[in-house]
């Protein structure tokens, strides 16, 4: 019979000294990531974030989880898309493959979590927002019928919204936020390769030559648009000048 998911979390903490409370809370990656560092002692730990709050810091550590698997020639897939969104049965499933992984491989002895991670904290995963209720919603569950229409707006006080428009306006600009940085992640990403097909060009011109050849199919890629789309005039100058 497998260990339940309290024994899990139990192990999983003694093992990297943290307080983890759910299994949810592995869906950032983090600890999947040490718990090979455990086994191995070369994970690039500097890499981790454990201190992530958004889907695209958990991608992060598990494309470096994916790496680390290939280059130890671990045949275990990483459904990364199903973990990050921090789904207890996915990310079970994968800590008892872990577990069973590390029973297996893990060489004994002494694992200095904390001096591993560098004094990262101990507790993993942003822990999950209310939901904002609404007033209609209150009134649903007390039994009562919500007032609604003009003349109910008119005898509420504009301020009386006024905690909850600021809490919602607070999660758009932490959304805002995340998504300007994730786009900033790729787009690093792609002038990442972008550089590096370059240099290959560089120094042996003969790869751009051949029309069916890897080298233009990834610039082809790279520098497709919608179709339609058209750089704006001032933008274009931009690039020209940058």
Known sequence: MGESRQELLNWLNSLLQLNITRVEQCGTGAAFCQVLDSIYGDVPMHKIKFNARAEYEYINNFKVLTVYFAQKGIDRPIEIQKLV??????????????????????????????????????????QPKEPIRSNAGAAAKRGTTPTVGAAARTRTPLGGNT?????????????LVGLEKERDFYF??????????????EENPDLEKDPNGLIPAIQATLYSTEEG???PDDQAEEEETF
């Open 229 to 231: 789309f058209v750089i």
């Open 163 to 175: 905690a909850v428009l600021q809490q919602e306006n607070a999660q758009l600009k932490e959304s």
């Open 85 to 126: 969104k921090c789904k207890m049965q996915d990310n079970l499933e994968f800590l008892q493959w872990t577990k069973k992984y590390w029973d297996q491989n893990y060489p004994g002895g002494d694992y200095d979590a904390l001096g591993r991670r560098k004094g990262a904290p101990a507790v993993i995963g942003g």
């Open 188 to 201: 690093s990403k792609l002038r990442d390769i972008e550089l590096l097909i370059q240099q290959a060009v």
